[in-house]
């Protein structure tokens, strides 16, 4: 009788990884494929104030089985390769983000319309940044 209950489970068992081989595999072949990334800041949508500080557009896109893209604004401090993201967004309409420099310590961030916006920062040193947008509903088309 054991014996019977133990071919029988080996016999399940063996019908069920049969039945889950090709999605097994299809896992294997998703996490196997390489993750490119392309990141940086956009050369035309960027802004400096007089004393050279620098805020642009940031995006980040990888690419395997599909595209991911992360987009943000960063600053660049003047004299610095360090760059501090000042907010992560969804993707915005045509024409945004939009960055105004009302003197060398006050930045006025417009995003326009935006899904989702996220990690918004106020202040980097002695730049006071203030953040303007319209929340747009998320659909699923």
Not at 41 to 64: F, I, L, Q, S
Not at 88 to 107: A, M
């Amino acid at each position: 009788m054991r014996k019977h209950f133990t071919l029988v489970i080996v016999a399940a068992v063996a019908i069920i990884l049969l039945i889950a081989a090709p999605t097994i595999l299809q896992f294997i072949v998703l996490f196997t494929i390489p993750w490119n990334c392309d990141e940086g800041m956009a050369e035309d949508w960027r802004a400096a104030n007089m004393r050279g500080d620098v805020v642009a557009e940031y995006a980040k896109a990888c690419t395997g089985v599909g595209t991911i893209v992360d987009y943000s604004v960063v600053l660049q401090a003047q004299g610095t390769d360090k760059l501090t993201t000042l907010v992560k967004h969804s993707e915005l309409s045509y024409g945004y983000p939009k960055f105004s420099w009302i003197d060398d310590n006050t930045l006025v961030i417009d995003l326009g319309e935006a899904h989702s916006v996220w990690s918004q920062v106020d202040k980097v040193g002695s730049i006071q940044i203030a953040y303007s947008y319209t929340k747009t509903e998320t659909g699923w088309w």
